[in-house]
């Protein structure tokens, strides 16, 4: 059902930046850390200020759910791990630090599984050292636990943070071992239920609940905070819900009247858990274009296998009216692009309502929203964005902090020639920006679906839908690159910049296999698609070659309007399968080229990037925003750059401080 994120293609690594600038603020391992920045913020007036605080606060208090979902085991994982690290006094220093650098994964992930691969991630510290850290932290300050319960605890989480073939894959489309997708996925949408049990059962809340079965029969655990009058009860991440609930009152309180609506919309969605409220909400959160704006709620469907469960998701953001134009000049031409697409009339969307684009720098991004998202376009459902319309975002903060992180390195050592080095060198943040635009603003909710299905597309394509709609859009934003219609509107400085779209399209092929050090599948939507354009291209055209020199592999393009070709051929067929449901056809499409890889090819790509010595994957460490407050009331909201996860992170747990 998702429709929508755009995540960094480019491969990143330390510039040599002063280091009180420098985005890239930390490390563990592969992993990097970039402190996101605002500008805008400061020029927004006081009340603004004041709204995007408590937007702020509801995000953190989202962002526990997530977790829960991820694993039923991970906020119990959490509040372990954080009493030690939040206690350091009396642990072995040592030890003390390998925990800590396990911590910071498990707060990047979400927790203990890799949020790209999906795998399983162990630490390196063992299980006795783990409970000896823990009873030092509980006589040295610690009141989380008494040491019995601390002791117990441990003992049941054993399995969960030291096995390795104990729930090794939060989300498994393509299960081995005679399990079925919903049993080797050890995310928290489902417990107890097979994909037989679900096919014979509807479910009323399908995106907000969690399906689980007792004593023989299945049973939906809504998603809602309850309403006060206690007519609907509380349900599945009350706590949270609620909590949010209460800030978004007083965000509302400093919304205009239209935003304020939008926001009480999503608070009766929270008590309720009532899916026509959450597609009320979206109606008039899509048509509203302010300034601080934000979105909060079980949105994006990627890590359920079946693609209908929403993960617990927020971020607030702030335009960015620097680079704005851009968003707006494209989202003006929607339905010139859409008369252009290389699919039949019968598909083809008229009337096409300009998506409200824009371009935004994040103040905070929790639960199932990570810094590797530099492109979204909400909301995912059909019968909104068919009739209203949708909102496009280009996250510009999160695209500096990448571009000031990265440098060369990995280009001259992947790229397949020195004319793509010379072009991607000059013109491949534009390329980056641009593909980013076209992919959220024309790609998500381009094209018409055949009026005989009865149920959005996800119902028909299943597991595929997701992989499925982000290549449509990489290949909406791959066919109009070269377009005339962008350098009529000035958004185009060279036809080089297509030329480093395309290069970067296809080297990205090669480069993500660094992501999944485990394996010979693919399990993540976006990596899915981008081997499924790249692998059909090379099938269909001969446009794009794999060549070897020296031991190294490259992906080379031999012809750049073959490959376009060949985008448009993938692009139309793509559009047949959404508009008719066609599961046969896109399962074959993704199996074929989407998901196996070679595992000697992977493990050459990844020494190659150890001897780069650069990050193979991104968290993000968000904006500060903090009330000063005077009897009571805020006066002042100002905003800093902490540059420590570890502080941002202990931070949001104590608002659930007991």
């Not at 092929?509 to 981008?530: C, I, S, V, W, Y």
Request: net charge neutral; aromatic share 10%; glycine share 8%.
């Amino acid at each position: 059902m998702s429709i929508g994120r755009f995540l960094a293609l480019t491969a990143l690594g330390a510039l040599a930046w002063p280091q009180e600038s420098n985005p890239l603020v930390d490390r563990v391992g592969s992993t990097g850390f970039l402190q996101i920045e605002a500008d805008s913020f400061r020029s927004l007036p006081p009340n603004q200020q004041e709204l995007a605080y408590w937007l702020s606060q509801a995000a953190i208090a989202i962002d526990p759910i997530f977790y829960d979902q991820c694993s039923r085991f991970g906020l119990r994982q959490k509040r372990a791990l954080e009493m030690i690290v939040a206690h350091p006094a009396g642990v072995n220093r040592p030890v003390y630090e390998k925990i800590l650098a396990f911590t910071k994964l498990f707060w990047a992930n979400r927790g203990n599984h890799n949020e790209t691969t999906a795998q399983k991630f162990l630490p390196d510290f063992s299980f006795d050292d783990l409970r000896a850290a823990g009873l030092a932290a509980l006589r040295h300050g610690s009141t989380g636990f008494t040491e019995a319960a601390f002791l117990k605890e441990l003992d049941q989480l054993k399995p969960s943070l030291f096995d390795p073939n104990f729930e090794p894959l939060v989300t498994a489309k393509a299960p081995r071992g005679g399990l079925d997708i919903l049993q080797a996925s050890s995310n928290n949408y489902y417990f107890g239920v097979t994909l037989a049990d679900v096919s014979k059962f509807t479910e009323r809340y399908p995106l907000n609940s969690r399906l689980v079965k007792v004593d023989g029969r299945l049973e939906e655990q809504v998603y809602r905070a309850g309403t006060p009058d206690h007519k609907i009860a509380p349900g599945l991440y009350a706590e949270y819900l609620a909590k949010a609930n209460s800030y978004f009152e007083k965000a509302a309180e400093k919304a205009d009247p239209a935003q304020a609506q939008v926001i009480r919309d999503l608070i009766r969605f929270y008590q309720a858990g009532d899916p026509r409220d959450w597609i009320h909400f979206g109606v008039d959160w899509v048509q509203n274009n302010a300034a601080v704006d934000f979105d909060n709620g079980f949105i994006e469907v990627y890590r359920d296998a079946r693609g209908l469960k929403g993960s617990s998701q927020a971020f607030v953001t702030v335009t960015d009216n620097r680079v704005n134009s851009m968003m707006a000049k494209i989202g003006a031409a929607a339905q010139y692009f859409e008369d252009r697409a290389p699919w039949p009339q019968l598909y083809k969307k008229q009337g096409v309502k300009p998506p409200l684009a824009r371009a935004v720098e994040a103040l905070i991004e929790t639960g199932d929203f990570h810094v590797t998202t530099v492109g979204d376009n909400l909301p995912n459902e059909d019968e909104i964005h068919e009739k209203y319309g949708s909102k496009s975002f280009l996250f510009t903060g999160t695209s500096r902090a990448f571009s000031h992180a990265e440098g060369t390195r990995a280009i001259e050592e992947f790229a397949a020639s020195k004319d793509e080095v010379d072009i991607v060198r000059k013109y491949g943040d534009e390329a980056e920006d641009l593909m980013t635009a076209l992919h959220e603003i024309i790609g998500h909710g381009s094209g018409k679906l055949n009026p005989k299905l009865t149920h959005d597309p996800a119902y028909y394509l299943k597991q595929y839908y997701s992989t499925l709609e982000e290549a449509r859009a990489d290949l909406m934003a791959l066919w109009n690159a070269g377009d005339p219609k962008l350098k009529e509107l000035g958004l185009i400085s060279s036809p080089d910049v297509v030329k480093a779209m395309y290069y970067n399209a296809a080297r990205v092929a090669l480069t993500q296999l660094r992501r999944n050090p485990k394996g010979d599948t693919l399990e993540e939507d976006h990596e899915r698609d981008r081997q499924l354009i790249v692998n059909y291209i090379r099938d269909k055209t001969g446009a794009i070659v794999e060549e070897s020199r020296g031991g190294k592999t490259y992906l080379a393009i031999r012809d750049f309007e073959k490959m376009r070709q060949g985008v448009g051929q993938l692009l139309a067929e793509l559009m047949r399968i959404k508009a008719e449901g066609d599961f046969n056809a896109i399962q074959s499409l993704i199996d074929k080229y989407g998901v196996h890889f070679d595992p000697a090819l992977r493990d050459q790509v990844i020494e190659r990037y150890k001897k780069l010595g650069l990050p193979t994957y991104w968290a993000g460490i968000n904006p500060e925003l903090t009330g000063r407050a005077v009897n009571g009331k805020i006066e002042k909201v100002e905003i800093s750059y902490p540059r420590d996860i570890v502080k941002q992170q202990l931070g949001y747990s104590r608002m659930y401080a007991k």
